[in-house]
């Protein structure tokens, strides 16, 4: 019964990567491609400790999964400086500001004792 359980969170897990697998395909910026890739990578290693519990050898995939999150790890930040040094890092925080201005303005025109 127990390793059922385990079997269903795995496939509901692959559906999950499956998901994810949308916003890194898709985008819609090089940031949230990137955040796709890494929502996989994790859900990777949870992944592979639950084959670890169904196989009945946890110690040898809980090396595996360590191994495979920092490697994760590692792309991740790697990706990361690489795009951001190719589109400059100005350019990619002014984008995030434009994306979130509409919000922030919102929050400091209700804000009381305001003389606007």
Do not use: C
């Amino acid at each position: 019964m127990l390793e059922n359980s385990f079997l269903y969170a795995g496939i509901w897990l692959i559906f999950l990567m499956l998901l994810s697998m949308y916003r890194l395909i898709a985008g819609p910026t090089v940031l949230d491609r990137i955040l796709g890739g890494n929502i996989i990578g994790t859900k990777t290693t949870t992944l592979l400790l639950l084959i670890g519990i169904l196989v009945g050898d946890l110690a040898m995939y809980v090396d595996i999964a360590i191994a495979y999150a920092l490697l994760n790890f590692i792309a991740t930040l790697g990706a990361t400086r690489y795009f951001l040094r190719k589109k400059h890092a100005d350019e990619v925080l002014s984008e995030y500001l434009d994306r979130e201005a509409p919000l922030h303005d919102e929050q400091h025109s209700s804000a009381p004792g305001e003389n606007s």
